[in-house]
T-cell receptor, first 112, second 111 residues
Framework: SQTIHQWPATLVQPVGSPLSLECTVEGTSNPNLYWYRQAAGRGLQLLFYSVGIGQISSEVPQNLSASRPQDRQFILSSKKLLLSDSGFYLC???????????FGQGTRLTVV | SQQGEEDPQALSIQEGENATMNCSYKTSINNLQWYRQNSGRGLVHLILIRSNEREKHSGRLRVTLDTSKKSSSLLITASRAADTASYFCATEKGSQGNLIFGKGTKLSVKP
């Protein structure tokens, strides 16, 4: 069976510090991978998606970047965090050609 | 911009009652999905309805789709306290599985 791991669950970082959130998927190959952000009480905003190793598409301009160094690994990064980067970050995967998405448990990021 | 918009934003009912949530969207779709999110957790896929379907059932869930009105509804029958969660509709943007979510309906089921 397939599983998705996302860590850490919570993170408190000072403004200006770097960020690295990691997501890995097990039990499948060549998945589509996604990073979403959810502001408090709001829906999800798609930040990045990837259809293969090294292939990253950004949906919105922002202070964040994403990388996919391996087939089942997706990393969300920032060189210098802003207060506005606070939120709930969710990694998800989906099969090629299938729209259902499977989500990780999320990372609550608080930038102070 | 949000493709799907759910209403109501919040819904509070007693255990055993039915809960109905609605979703409206703007552009044509191939399918529409509903997800559930427990507080502080990831989303879980509940059900998908295709554009050529009008109604679909899964256990206590019933989803309808009206493409002429660009709307969908999710009905949870005989609700339980464990159904307390936020519910989101989602439509697909493009062909890479990118999902556009609404802001969700926060359902509270009181025992």
């Amino acid at each position: 069976s397939q599983t998705i791991h996302q860590w850490p669950a919570t993170l408190v970082q000072p403004v200006g510090s770097p960020l690295s959130l990691e997501c890995t998927v097990e039990g499948t190959s060549n998945p589509n991978l996604y990073w979403y952000r959810q502001a408090a009480g709001r829906g999800l905003q798609l930040l990045f998606y990837s259809v293969g190793i090294g292939q990253i598409s950004s949906e919105v301009p922002q202070n964040l970047s994403a990388s996919r160094p391996q087939d089942r690994q997706f990393i969300l990064s920032s060189k210098k965090l802003l207060l506005s980067d606070s939120g709930f970050y969710l990694c998800a995967w989906g099969r090629q050609g299938v729209t259902e998405a499977f989500f990780g448990q999320g990372t609550r990021l608080t930038v102070v | 911009s949000q493709q799907g918009e759910e209403d109501p934003q919040a819904l509070s009912i007693q255990e055993g009652e039915n809960a109905t949530m609605n979703c409206s969207y703007k552009t044509s779709i191939n399918n529409l999905q509903w997800y559930r999110q427990n507080s502080g957790r990831g989303l879980v896929h509940l059900i998908l309805i295709r554009s050529n379907e009008r109604e679909k059932h899964s256990g206590r869930l019933r989803v309808t789709l009206d493409t002429s009105k660009k709307s969908s509804s999710l009905l949870i029958t005989a609700s339980r306290a464990a159904d307390t969660a936020s519910y989101f509709c989602a439509t697909e943007k493009g062909s890479q599985g990118n999902l556009i979510f609404g802001k969700g309906t926060k359902l509270s089921v009181k025992p």
